[in-house]
C-alpha cells in the first residue's frame, strides 16, 4: 500500500469555525468515521450501524455529531460502496462539503489507511472514531482532541469496572487480573497524521495485526495518554445494547 495523503480542492474549500476548549484552540480537524463493519453478533437483517436507533439509523446519530462540530473540517466516512450511493447517506454527501466517503478495506487498519488517504495532509490530529458508538458526547470528543494535540496521542476510555479473570483453556481459572491498571478503551482515538502514517509502515513491515489505532503508536515505543470518557459510550453489539442505547437517548432527551 501506497502510504500517504491525497490533495483535493474540495477539502481545502471547507472552512470550519475554530473550537476553544479549555486553553486548546481545536481547529482544521480530521475524523475518520468507520462504517464498513457487518456486526454479525447483532444477529440483524443488515449492518448494525443502519439499525434503528430512536427513529433513525445508528450511523446517522454519529455522523451528525461530527458534522455539528466547530473545529472539525472533514469528516471521512468510510462506507461500503452500495451504501455511498443509497439514502440517506447519499444525499448528506451531497449537502455537506465536510462529508467525503471512502471504502472500507478487508481489515480495520486497512480501512483506516483507506480514510487517511483522505485527510488534509496539514490537520494538526485525526480523529478515528467507531460509528457503532453514537453516544460519544461532544465533550467527550474535544476532550480527546485536545489531550491528542497536546501529547501526540490520545484515546478516550473509562477504567474496568468488571472483575477480569485470566483462563489458559476457556474452562478453568488461571489468576484474577488486578483491574486497578485496567482500562476499557473507546474511540474515537486521536493522532497526529505523519506519527499514524509511520505508525502504519512499522505494522506492515513486521506484519502484524492490530485492533485498536493508538496500538500502531505503542508499536513506535511512542506516549498515548488516556482520556477519561464516559460509561455511556457503548459500542453497540448486541440486541441488549439497543435497548440500553434508547434509554441513554431518552434520558439526555
Known amino acids: 500500500t501506497a502510504l500517504g495523503f491525497r490533495g483535493g480542492a474540495r477539502r481545502d474549500a471547507v472552512v470550519s469555525k475554530a473550537y476553544e476548549y479549555e486553553g486548546c484552540t481545536i481547529d482544521n480537524v480530521g475524523v475518520v468515521l468507520l462504517a464498513g463493519g457487518t456486526g ?93 458508538r453514537p453516544l460519544i458526547t461532544p465533550n467527550e470528543v474535544y476532550k480527546v482532541l485536545k489531550d491528542g494535540i497536546e501529547h501526540g496521542a490520545a484515546v478516550l476510555g473509562v477504567p474496568m469496572k468488571a472483575t477480569v479473570k485470566e483462563s489458559e483453556d476457556g474452562q478453568f481459572v488461571l489468576k484474577t487480573i488486578d483491574r486497578s491498571r485496567l482500562w476499557e478503551v473507546q474511540t474515537p482515538q486521536v493522532i497526529r497524521p505523519q506519527m499514524l502514517l509511520d505508525g502504519f509502515k512499522k505494522v506492515e513491515e513486521l506484519g502484524l495485526e492490530v485492533t485498536d489505532d493508538v496500538s500502531i503508536i505503542e508499536q513506535l515505543g511512542l506516549p498515548v495518554k488516556l482520556t477519561l470518557g464516559e460509561y455511556t459510550n457503548l459500542k453497540l453489539t448486541t440486541p441488549e445494547d439497543m435497548a440500553v442505547a434508547e434509554e441513554i437517548l431518552k434520558s439526555r432527551a
Open 40 to 132: 454479525s453478533r447483532m444477529k440483524a437483517n443488515m449492518p448494525k450501524q443502519f439499525l434503528d436507533l430512536a427513529g433513525k439509523p445508528v450511523l446517522q446519530h454519529t455522523l451528525e455529531l461530527f458534522l455539528s462540530l466547530d473545529g472539525i473540517t472533514q469528516v471521512v466516512l468510510v462506507l461500503g460502496k452500495e451504501f455511498q450511493e443509497s439514502e440517506p447517506w447519499k444525499s448528506l454527501q451531497a449537502d455537506n462539503p465536510k462529508l467525503i466517503f471512502a471504502l472500507p478495506g478487508k481489515e480495520r487498519q486497512d480501512s483506516v489507511l483507506s480514510g487517511m488517504q483522505e485527510v488534509n495532509k496539514d490537520a494538526p490530529v485525526v480523529a478515528i472514531h467507531d460509528a457503532a
